[in-house]
């Protein structure tokens, strides 16, 4: 398994807010990819030094979350290493299927939470 991303990744009711933030902190929009789970919207920042953020709109949540979105090249491995060390899958097995990206959100035995990924080249 190869990571090809790691960063932080901020899930909050209040995207247009959060997003403003980091604006104003000098990052900009690079990259939008909406109607994740019919409701999700995620936005990937990037500042002038190669540093990211994603934010992503995630309305059922009633306060923001911060977890690590880590981008991946092969998502079935690397979702069996992180269960097989005790992170866990809130929604039992399931896995968010796009069409261009399998994700699914695992948390760990302490807590902390990684978003796992894998980009589906056409």
């Known amino acids: 398994m190869r990571i090809s991303a790691f960063n932080p990744l901020i899930l909050t009711p209040v995207a247009e807010e959060t997003i403003a933030l980091f604006e104003s902190l000098g990052f900009e929009r690079r990259h939008t990819k909406k109607g994740i789970e019919d409701e999700v919207t995620s936005v990937s920042m990037k500042d002038a030094n190669g540093v990211r953020?994603?934010?992503?709109q995630v309305s059922k949540f009633p306060q923001s979350v911060v977890a690590y979105r880590m981008s991946v090249d092969n998502f079935e491995e690397a979702y069996e290493f992180l269960t097989s060390r005790g992170f866990r899958n809130p929604q039992g097995d399931r896995v968010t299927d796009t069409g261009s990206s399998h994700a699914a959100l695992l948390f760990?035995?302490?807590g902390f939470a990684i978003s796992l990924s894998q980009h589906i080249k056409a």
Do not use: K, Q
Request: charged letters at 15%; hydrophobic letters at 45%; glycine letters at 0%.
């Open 53 to 56: 953020v994603d934010v992503a």
């Open 108 to 110: 760990s035995p302490s």
